[in-house]
């Protein structure tokens, strides 16, 4: 037989344990899942910068839902959907007019491209790791960049790995994101003859990646998948 | 996107343009820029004179200040511009290589500001 306060104290644990158990998955998902989500929110519009805001809005929305809602079945597709939106939300607010059109075509060609292919994630981190590795983009700001956008380590986590401050590191990906988008650089892989050595600069990204584990002890080691 | 392809040539190359025996490097310039124009990639485009015909304005105050020539004292100078319309860099630099000054001096490819690319170079 139950007390009312036994059930009460019951529901209270069913409740804590659902929460960490939603706490969980996000962190999972963010660990497994960031470089891919980012990469396929990059890939139409070139702005990484906006996508990682977006990207950090739809974990911090799963942790507030989950809990309540459960977590769903495809933890990918469903922080991918809300990021896809806030990213959508932000655009209609900051651009002008004109402007926001051509945009705003932009994503929704993603968006339906989005519900074309909603059960299947796609990898595109390869992709973005040879963006990263573009001849154009400033040779000391291409390794930090692959860890920022395909592992989500940010620039305090990384600079003593780079033997740099965290302020000039992070001065560094700004600029280097501005640059992606202003200049054009294509998200396609590099044609043959450009392989080989943006190749070597992809190759140097990821033995970066086992660096700050190294080098730094509250450095996460980096998820095996990624 | 719009793309300015700008040449940067060594002294000597603006001294061969007028110079009879250097066919060769003329028949360059001329196949290039017939091949940019072909593609329908050109916008616009032009050779400039040497920098020694260049004029400089600056207005300081209320004073005009007029000297002769570009006050860069660089090994290479602007010698002609293309601007391009292709879809994203790599292209830009397809073209840029094909440049006969590429491989003496060099080529700038720099994004042209247009209203798109203002919005997209201020947010970060």
Same mark, same amino acid.
């Not at chain 1, 519009?45 to 079945?73: K, N, Q």
């Not at chain 1, 692959?146 to 992070?170: E, W």
């Not at chain 1, 600069?201 to 990624?226: F, H, K, Q, R, W």
């Given at each position: ?91 209609r607010h900051s ?48 390794? %930090?960049?692959?860890?920022?956008? +395909? /592992?989500?380590?940010?620039? &305090?986590?990384? @600079?003593? =790995?780079?033997? $740099? !401050? ?29 392989? %080989?050595?943006r190749l070597r600069? +992809? /190759?140097?990204?990821?033995? &970066?990646?086992? @660096?700050? =584990?190294?080098? $730094? !002890? ?9 | ?124």
């Open positions: 037989m139950t007390t009312p306060a036994a059930h009460h104290a019951a529901e209270q644990a069913a409740r804590d344990s659902a929460e960490q158990a939603a706490h969980d998955s996000a962190e999972r998902a963010a660990r497994a899942s960031y470089g891919r989500l980012l990469a396929i929110l990059s890939a139409r519009t070139h702005d990484i910068a906006a996508s990682e805001d977006a990207l950090a809005d739809a974990f911090a929305r799963a942790l507030e839902r989950w809990p309540a809602d459960g977590v769903p079945v495809q933890p990918d597709a469903w922080l991918l959907s809300v990021a896809r939106h806030r990213k959508l939300d932000a655009w651009r002008v007019q004109d402007d926001a059109t051509q945009t705003l075509l932009l994503l929704a060609g993603e968006m339906d491209e989005a519900d074309s292919d909603a059960a299947t994630v796609p990898d595109e981190r390869l992709r973005l790791l040879f963006v990263c590795a573009h001849p154009a983009i400033d040779a000391a700001a291409r390794a %930090p960049l692959m860890l920022q956008t +395909v /592992l989500g380590l940010d620039a &305090a986590r990384m @600079a003593g =790995a780079f033997l $740099t !401050s965290p302020s000039a590191l992070g001065q560094r990906l700004v600029r280097a994101k501005a640059r992606i988008r202003a200049a054009g650089i294509s998200f396609e892989y590099p044609q043959a003859r450009d392989l %080989p050595h600069d +992809v /190759l140097d990204g990821i033995y &970066a990646a086992y @660096a700050p =584990a190294g080098t $730094t !002890s509250t450095a996460p080691t980096p998820c095996p998948a990624a | 996107m719009q793309y300015m392809l700008m040449f940067y040539q060594p002294a000597a190359e603006f001294e061969q343009r007028n110079d009879a025996s250097s066919q060769a490097y003329r028949a360059s310039w001329v196949a290039y820029a017939d091949a940019v124009r072909q593609s329908g990639v050109a916008l616009g485009g032009h050779g400039l004179l040497p920098p020694m015909t260049g004029t400089t304005l600056r207005v300081r105050g209320d004073k005009r200040q007029v000297q002769d020539g570009p006050f860069a004292d660089t090994k290479e100078q602007l010698g002609g511009y293309f601007v391009v319309d292709v879809p994203d860099l790599d292209a830009a630099l397809e073209w840029a290589a094909r440049a006969p000054c590429a491989a003496s001096g060099g080529v700038e490819v720099r994004p042209v500001f247009t209203a798109t690319a203002a919005a997209g170079s201020s947010q970060t």
